[in-house]
């Protein structure tokens, strides 16, 4: 209650009671609730309850609770005539209409997928059109429709991708800035231990597991510049690797540490640069490898029997880095260990089977 009455005294502002409610968990007391009634003059709500449009509960993530922003988009579409909107129109109006509704519940909510394919759902129904008989028929599917204009698409934009960069922001925001919030994510989630360390256990919050989703995508893209702090190297690396760290040249310890964005040229964190690393952009250049690939059965098998190999070292683990690494030109001069796990296949080219040493 005292940071409410110096809230008051230095806002000029004045606290209706009435209007003002608490939330509590279901299991707490009588007797505590009645106290905190007493102090306050605030009356006890319930879960699910909304705050800032946003939908605070306790438990699981249902899609009732994102009924109201549905409804929403459906509202719109019928408050417009849409027998006298054309095609174009209609795009114009689900890429800076409908499209900017969930986009305040993206940024910090967590959404279930099914919200997406409802809303996704009503839009693709608006575009084309219904008649007397019902829906028409959708030319092309929605995944298509959200490729860029180059790739034969209209330009639209996942709501899921939309989601996934808010939850680049999230995880940008909370590495880098310091606030309330970030204070307390980092002693909730990452007491002594690095964020990238931490993790994600069953009771963990879904904010908190949304955000360690793109963690690793996320910290691919930083670049800190800054000195090397010995003491928190001890604590998560080898000595030897230590040596190697502290080796590498930095800029002046006397200045700041410095995050730089490498997705953006400026190097400052944008939704429009983090948008674009979502893993459904990575199809372009996809495309534009397979492209170049002469016989496509091939190059599969290639790349799945290679795939087998990282399989493998991946489990046993590879070679040290100070020994040789010797290289074969043919598959007949290889050891005869590795040997008898190769068989050419019937396009003549080598599979592999995992071979145990006896």
């Not at 606030?179 to 919050?205: D, G, N, R």
């Amino acid at each position: 209650m005292r940071v409410l009455e110096a809230y008051q005294r230095s806002s000029g502002q004045i606290l209706n009671a009435h209007k003002s409610g608490y939330l509590a968990h279901p299991s707490l007391s009588v007797a505590l609730r009645r106290v905190i009634e007493r102090i306050t003059g605030f009356s006890r709500q319930v879960f699910p309850t909304r705050y800032l449009r946003f939908p605070l509960y306790i438990g699981r993530c249902k899609m009732s609770f994102f009924a109201e922003v549905c409804q929403k988009v459906m509202g719109k579409i019928l408050s417009w005539k849409s027998k006298f909107l054309s095609s174009g129109e209609r795009l114009i109006l689900i890429k800076h209409v409908l499209s900017a509704i969930p986009v305040h519940l993206l940024s910090a909510a967590v959404m279930p997928k099914a919200v997406f394919r409802i809303i996704e759902r009503v839009c693709a129904n608006f575009l084309w059109g219904s008649s007397d008989e019902g829906l028409r028929y959708h030319w092309m599917g929605w995944r298509k429709l959200c490729l860029p204009l180059e790739e034969d698409g209209v330009g639209f934009r996942r709501l899921q991708d939309v989601y996934t960069a808010f939850s680049y922001k999230l995880w940008w925001q909370f590495r880098t800035e310091s606030s309330l919030w970030t204070t307390f994510m980092h002693a909730k989630y990452c007491q002594k231990i690095h964020p990238c360390q931490a993790e994600c256990k069953p009771l963990v919050s879904a904010i908190w597991r949304r955000m360690q989703d793109v963690s690793r995508q996320v910290e691919l893209s930083m670049l800190w510049l800054g000195h090397w702090n010995a003491q928190l190297l001890s604590q998560v690396l080898p000595r030897d690797i230590i040596a190697v760290v502290l080796s590498k040249s930095v800029p002046n310890e006397q200045s700041a540490d410095e995050v730089v964005w490498m997705p953006a040229r400026s190097g400052k964190f944008s939704l429009v640069s983090a948008y674009q690393e979502c893993p459904w952009h990575v199809r372009g250049e996809v495309r534009q490898i397979w492209s170049l690939v002469r016989d496509p059965s091939r190059f599969s098998h290639y790349f799945r029997e290679a795939n087998k190999i990282a399989d493998a070292l991946a489990n046993v683990g590879v070679a040290h880095p100070h020994q040789d690494v010797q290289l074969y030109e043919h598959w007949s001069d290889w050891p005869r260990l590795a040997r008898g796990g190769v068989s050419l296949d019937s396009m003549g080219v080598p599979s592999f089977r995992m071979v145990r040493n006896s």
